[in-house]
């Protein structure tokens, strides 16, 4: 079993709607980070949820946490072609400094 | 905005062959990591540092790996003898000393083919 799963392994939108991501883990966390990557390029972070907080926003994401369900997803309002790319959450669990990446979501907004 | 750096984009080397990845972290952070991510596969976890040591490597790295931070910038990756099973891209990535959660930020990279 992995650390870190994310579904759907892809997502195919139109640009305006909304695209939601899932990410679900196995092990207590300090924190969950969520990473785009365009195809080939490096990983981009887009934003840290604590433990503690169940729900984050940034610009148009929306990070909400559940850690009796050990999951976590990724809303993302309004999409943009540019908004294509692949989404990673990432955890760090306790006591250690190491990232555990999911497996990812692919996304594709059309425009 | 300042950001992690990583040379060279592209390395070509054949089997055995002995490579070095280069990183510049962020400059005031303390905390390095690489990561490496095999084509379509997770990014995976090689190992963190700290204070001028390892302060933690996964089964990934072993003594074929080695880590150092030569000077007051730079974070290196040496692989000894390549094999062609560790063609992937690696990413170095950096992070605050801060006390509560940090954020990594990553590098764009480093394409490894080895053949």
């Known amino acids: 079993s992995q650390q870190g799963e994310e579904d759907p392994q892809a997502l195919s939108i139109q640009e305006g709607e909304n695209a939601t991501m899932n990410c679900s883990y196995k092990?207590?966390?300090?924190?969950l980070q969520w990473y785009r990557q365009n195809s080939g390029r490096g990983l981009v972070h887009l934003i840290l949820i604590r433990s503690n907080e169940r729900e984050k926003h940034s610009g148009r994401l929306r990070v909400t946490l559940d850690t009796s369900k050990k999951s976590s997803s990724l809303l993302i309002t309004a999409s943009r072609a540019a908004d294509t790319a692949s989404y990673f959450c990432a955890t760090d669990p306790d006591n250690t400094d190491k990232l555990i990446f999911g497996t990812g979501t692919r996304l594709q907004v059309f425009p | 905005e300042p950001e992690v750096t990583q040379t060279p984009s592209h390395q070509v080397t054949q089997m055995g062959q002995e490579v070095i990845l280069r990183c510049v972290p962020i400059s005031n952070h303390l905390y390095f990591y690489w990561y490496r991510q095999i084509l379509g596969q997770k990014v995976e976890f090689l190992v963190s540092f700290y204070n001028n040591e390892i302060s933690e490597k996964s089964e990934i790295f072993d003594d074929q790996f080695s880590v150092e931070r030569p000077d007051g910038s730079n974070f290196t990756l040496k692989i000894r003898s390549t094999k062609l099973e560790d063609s992937a891209m690696y990413f170095c990535?950096?992070?605050?000393?801060?006390?509560?959660?940090?954020?990594?930020?990553f590098g764009p990279g480093t394409r490894l083919t080895v053949t």
């Open positions: 990535a950096s992070s605050e000393p801060a006390s509560g959660p940090y954020e990594q930020y």
């Open positions: 092990t207590s966390i300090n924190n």
